[in-house]
């Protein structure tokens, strides 16, 4: 007789959305992945990622045992090891290159969270002391973002938006059916109770499709956009006089300052007609409460600083922070919280490396210590940092959940960087095109190979849950496990023994264990104090949301928001524009991969085979191009190949194309990491120029 097991667990396939499922195991096996609709936070939510995640623990080509490298880098060639000679040559070699070169000459850097270990990742390399930790995304996802909310509103509230109490939702960069699964099942509940939607996007996404007010806008030029909006509420005197008198600081500065940004003079540079400004502008304001989701597409324009403070404040001047319905900031659900600077012990790493943190001269607000955010280095002067050996050389890497050679701008020079390291070590699921070229490899456990603690500031919402193993696949083994036995060997302090005394820890000020807590049900629910800054300060110098933020201005930089015209456009460089008459977008998403992953899943697969190029049909007949032909995209940095898909819904000037896909299909091809973003260092991915045409004309 067959034993059937079903064990509630919490998904990370994605890192960040943690939905509550069910897994089914049959006689010790895993069979399939199920929702769990009685999860209070994600409410049966599930992605097709989720569902094939049984596919993707049992993949023929996950790495189950550690490799070492035998022969050149990058030649294919491997040996099998044990984990203990895996550990050891990984520990030995960094801190051998440590002693002989310094600290700064180890970078350690992360991709995409893989279960909730990204902030232990800072604190052992911290703990090890080099200054230069960096991740994949770093200067393009969240991060960005991140510092312009605690600038302006003292905390993450536009990562939280309550849009179950919403009357107008508004969907800025964002397209949650694609990425945010319990997001966009919120958003769709709130759409059926009468709320009211607008949505920002250069393509007539899912979200957009349903919107009452959708803003095509120019991509790169959304900075231009937010002005143009508060302009409209403030000449209008939409906003919320009372709010503003008694929680913010700088209103008459910004006032003036928006005074230019005109819905003429911004239809003008966002293409978006300016009676949708207005009327997207009005609906905001007056139909309160509303609320503001947003994405990593904050994070990866021109000036994104800006673009994050902008959209905080038509929040903050309409009244909707910290209130019912509106942005409300996130909060633990009682454990230790991760997020602080003791927990990454940052203070443990000697000043004198702060200066030495690769990117700290130009990028400063990225690099240094400067309390407001985890500094740390720019990854395109990382990669010059190996190439040139200015200001010094970079010897060793050591990645985990990362594939640099897809996942960042430039890609060409990435593997050009890779293969001139002396030491590289990488965790991942699979040989991916980085850990192909490394000398060690380590195989990391997927979501349902280990029990961890789950929760997300971006979805979830201060819940705590439990993962609970599920598998074991070869000797795969979890992030966590990883870096805690690799402490040990380099005799880092602030690390636990095991992985379950780490996580007793996190719980302890629960008063419960990670049994107890498992025994109890496997979660914590948290509901926010909204309205807790209202009434005692908002976490900012003033005390108030800072319009005009006196932070900035002692930084040297402008304290006020302003909008830059991508550094390569029809109107920064119309030269250019002759020869790439097309505005680009990078990174458009689809819910069956996450970033550069699960392509070589076969359900999801079959869902989306192939790398797609979003363009205009009107524009497409113009060129010869029909639906389903394979076009080459090209930008001064290179070509991708893909397939054409027509569409009305976006400008006949734009063209957008899918992110993640490999080879002569990886927009980061495409992309440029030279024209970076002023203090935070973030490179250009959408607002580029390109030219497209059918392949082999």
Known sequence: MSQVEYIRTTCSICGHNQCGVIVKRVNGKVVEIMPNRDDPMTKGSICPKSIASVQLLYHPDRLKYPLKRDGPRGSGKWIR????????????????????YGPEAVVMARGTN??????????????????????????QCFTPRSIAQRLTLGGLALEWPDVENSRTIMVWGANPPATWSPKSVKIIRARSNGARLIVVDPVMSNMASKADVWL?????????????????????????????????????????????????????????????????????????????????????????????????????ITGNVDVRGGNIFPETAGQVSIDTNDFIMIDDLPKELDSKRLGADRYPILSKYLKINFPMAHYPTILESIITGRPYRVRAMFIMGGNPMLSIANSEMAAEALSRLEFLAVADLFLSKTAEMADVVLPAASWLEYDGLADSVQATYGHLRIRQKAATVGEARSDTWIMIELAKRMKLKGFWSSEREY??????????????????????????????????????????????????????????????EPFESPYSTPEVAKQYPFVLTTGRRVSTYFHTAQRNVPAL??????????????????????????????????????????????HPRVVAVQHGWPDEANDNRLTDNTACATGIGSTTLRGLLCNIRREGK
Do not use: C
Not at 81 to 100: G, N, Q
């Open 605 to 650: 697969r079959d869902i989306n085979p192939e790398p797609v190029v979003e363009i205009n049909s009107d524009t497409a007949r113009e060129l010869g191009i029909s639906n389903g032909d394979m076009v080459r995209v090209e930008t001064r940095r290179g070509y991708v190949i893909m397939k054409a898909k027509l569409t009305q819904g976006i």
């Open 114 to 139: 893989r279960g909730s270990w990204i902030r232990l990742f800072n604190r052992f390399a911290n703990s090890f002391g080099t200054p230069n930790w960096t991740e994949s995304g770093g200067a």
């Open 503 to 564: 996580l007793d820890y996190i719980l302890s000020p629960t008063g419960m264990t990670f049994e107890q807590l498992r025994e109890r049900g496997g979660a914590i629910y948290h509901e926010p104090s909204v309205g807790s800054r209202l009434k005692n300060g908002f976490n900012t110098p003033s005390g108030k949301i800072e319009l005009y933020s006196q932070t900035l201005k002692e930084w040297g930089y402008d304290p006020l928001p302003f909008y830059t």
């Open 81 to 100: 090891i044990t984990w203990e000679e895996a550990l050891d040559t990984v520990a030995s070699r960094l801190l051998e290159i440590k002693e002989k």
């Open 216 to 316: 095509p806008v120019r991509p790169g030029t959304d900075v231009a956009l937010a002005l143009g909006m508060i302009n409209v509420i403030i000449n209008e005197r939409l906003y919320d006089s009372e709010y503003i008198e008694k929680y913010t600081v700088g209103f008459e500065s910004l006032k003036e300052r928006v005074s230019e940004y005109t819905p003429e003079r911004v239809s003008e540079i966002t293409w978006v007609p300016k009676e949708r400004i207005i009327e997207a502008a009005r609906l905001f304001a007056t139909n309160r409460p509303s609320s503001i989701v947003i994405s990593a597409t904050f994070d990866e324009i021109v000036d994104p600083i800006q673009l994050g403070r902008a959209v905080s404040i038509i929040s903050a």
